[in-house]
Structure formats: C-alpha cells, structure tokens
C-alpha cells in the first residue's frame, strides 16, 4: 500500500470558520509533511513532522496549526484563514532511513481549499 | 519547441517522440533528487529518483541524468504518449525536506 489519503477533496470555508484538513498513511513512514500549492505553481513546504515531533514550521502563520496525534496521522488546522489562503494543500510522507535524512516522498491528492 | 515566460514553461512534443524535460538545482549539498508528474486536480506522482553517487538512472520509458558540475538535472520520456501530458516538477533534497523546481509543462502533440 502506497497511498497517502487526504480528506476532505474539496473545501469551502468562510474566513470566521474553523475547519480541519486530515491526512493518513499506513506506509510506516515516519515523516510527514504539509505542501501548499497555489496554481502554476511548484508545492511549497509548510512544515514537517519528524517521529511525531514538528520538525521544521517554514514561517507560516498561526492561522494554520498542524497536529499530528501519531505516526499514520496528520491534521492542519484553520481558523480565520483569508482568501489569498486558498491553495491546494498536499500531504506527503517519506521514510526516514538515517535519522534527519529523508527518502521517497509520497503525496497524497491534495486538499482544495477556496476561502471566501 | 519550449516557452519560458510569465507563465509555467512548457514543451511540446509530438506523440511518438522523445522528450527531454530540464531542471537547474540551486543547492550544491543536495543529494538525492526526485522527478514528479502532476496532472490537473491531482497530487504529484513520484516518476523517477537518483541519488548523487549516479549520473544516470532508468525506468520503463523515462530516464534521469544527473550532472553535478553544473547542477544540472534532465528526466528523458521515450516515445511520448497523450497520457504523458502533465506538469513536471524536480525536487532536490540536501536535508530533510525537498525544495521544488518551477515546472515544466508537457503538452502532447497528436
């Protein structure tokens, strides 16, 4: 099994709600990231989870608020997002085959995200 | 031909051919590098991967061409088919976390 499910496909939200964008990967991975893609545009890395642990958080603003609660799971919280936020977001996971170095990196189908 | 300008490079090629896709890498620690497809709606699709100690590395129809003099990274597709149509993306690791070229769009030519 090499897949990386991400839920919801598609999500609309106000910029008062809070929502929550679900990735899960039964990989044995033990890194996990999250990508934001804006269109025509290459992914971009938000933050990293190495062995559970936030790893690497590449500025991004407390709007988004990543969790991750174990080793098949990650979540990205939002609360008042604004709309120049819409993007896709994309999950991935990678093994780590020497503690801090990272292999393959799987991405899930990514998350839609249209703030209004 | 190839278009390089305000909007996402792209390459066309006519179906049956060879396409050669081109990716300049910043990094000189990065070490193992990744080509990706993506299609519209879609998340990237790992195609092809190689590692520092290779200038070379072969798949089924698609190669990678590692030149670490010039940071230079190339992914040839063989006889290029409509369902090769899609955006490529290169990924350099030097660490733990990958960095993303521009892309190049493929567009297939009937």
């Known amino acids: 099994d090499t897949e990386v499910t991400q839920t919801p496909k598609h999500l609309v939200m106000g910029m008062t709600n809070k929502k929550s964008l679900k990735c899960e990967q039964h990989?044995?991975?033990?890194?996990m990231y999250w990508y934001k893609q804006k269109a025509k545009k290459p992914p971009e890395l938000m933050f990293v989870?190495?062995?559970?642990?936030?790893?690497i958080n590449e500025s991004v603003p407390s709007r988004f608020s990543p969790e991750c609660p174990n080793s098949s799971l990650l979540n990205l919280h939002l609360h008042a997002l604004q709309p120049e936020d819409s993007a896709l977001y994309l999950c991935?996971?990678?093994?780590?085959?020497?503690?801090?170095?990272?292999?393959?990196?799987?991405f899930g189908e990514g998350s839609r995200l249209t703030v209004l | 031909g190839e278009s390089v300008g305000l909007h996402l490079p792209t390459l066309s090629v006519q179906e049956g051919d060879n396409s050669i896709i081109n990716c300049a890498y910043s990094?000189?620690?990065?070490?193992?590098f990744i080509w990706y497809k993506q299609e519209s709606g879609k998340g990237p699709q790992f195609i092809i991967d190689?590692?520092?100690?290779?200038d070379k590395r072969q798949g089924q129809r698609v190669t990678v061409l590692l030149n670490k003099t010039v940071k230079h990274l190339s992914l040839q597709i063989a006889a290029t088919q409509p369902g090769d149509s899609a955006v490529y993306f290169c990924?350099?690791?030097?660490?733990?976390?990958?960095?993303f070229g521009p892309g190049t769009r493929l567009s297939v030519l009937p």
């Open positions: 990989m044995g991975h033990r890194a």
């Open positions: 990094n000189s620690a990065s070490d193992y």
């Open positions: 989870y190495s062995y559970e642990k936030l790893s």
């Open positions: 190689i590692r520092s100690n290779m």
């Open positions: 990924a350099e690791n030097g660490g733990q976390n990958f960095v």
């Open positions: 991935a996971s990678s093994p780590l085959d020497v503690p801090q170095r990272s292999g393959e990196l799987f």
